[in-house]
């Protein structure tokens, strides 16, 4: 399976996980009433949700962050997307010089030009720069979705599933989801410096 598709499961494995660690840890199948046949409901509805659940955690967390972007405050930078935040230099440098597009540079084609540099002209050029960009990008959408589909189990499991929150169980989960938190900045963070990096180098003329 390719990481595109294995990226989906990650997410709601991690969710249903937490469930499961929440509801045992506190005995919660133990003293419930008809509690086999809630363990057998719960572990059904999870094998529902890996299948499904990664489309749908995947989808709110990118909802989030492409709100998160678009109405955040300009002194954290001028992108509006969290696929691509280049800098006004390399900005002008990717519409300019490499994409030789009409017109100043329009901080709402950001997205497009910096696929089209990406996929169109570091793919070419720099293939194994692209490759790194794209193990990366993995990296971080793996991260995001996985501490999103982490902060998404604790209000399933107490309103819907009625687990206690308890220190054995929101304590565990919430330090991985701090770490998870730091890998989806640092992705992030990299994924961004690259970017900017090739785009202000002196374009070349290669094509292997």
């Known amino acids: 399976m390719r990481v595109e598709g294995l990226r989906f499961l990650v997410a709601p494995t991690l969710f249903v996980a937490s469930l499961l660690w929440g509801a045992w840890s506190e005995g919660f199948l133990e003293h419930a009433p008809n509690s086999d046949s809630k363990l057998v409901t719960l ?3 999870g094998g529902l949700v890996v299948f499904a659940g990664g489309y ?3 989808t709110i967390t990118h909802f ?3 709100l998160f972007f678009r ?3 300009r002194l954290w930078g001028n992108s509006r997307f969290h696929e691509v935040a280049l800098s006004d230099d390399a900005f002008r440098q990717v519409w300019e010089q490499r994409l030789h597009a009409f017109g100043e540079p329009d901080r709402w084609k950001e997205l497009v ?3 089209a540099f990406d996929h169109g002209i570091l793919r070419k050029t720099h293939e194994g720069v692209h490759l790194w960009l794209i193990r990366r990008w993995n990296a971080f959408n793996i991260a995001a979705t996985s501490l999103f589909g982490l902060l998404f189990s604790f209000p399933v499991g107490y309103f819907v599933i009625r687990i206690p929150v308890e220190p054995i169980w929101y304590v565990p ?7 998870l938190a730091f890998m ?3 992705s992030w963070h990299d994924t961004m410096n690259m970017a900017n990096f090739m785009a202000t180098l002196p374009a070349v003329d290669r094509t292997e």
Request: hydrophobic share 70%; glycine share 12%.
């Open 43 to 45: 572990i059904a509805a």
């Open 113 to 115: 030009a910096g696929a």
């Open 173 to 179: 989960v919430g330090i991985f989801s701090v770490i």
């Open 56 to 58: 749908v955690i995947g």
């Open 184 to 186: 989806m900045f640092w």
């Open 64 to 66: 989030v962050l492409r």
């Open 71 to 73: 109405y955040r405050p």
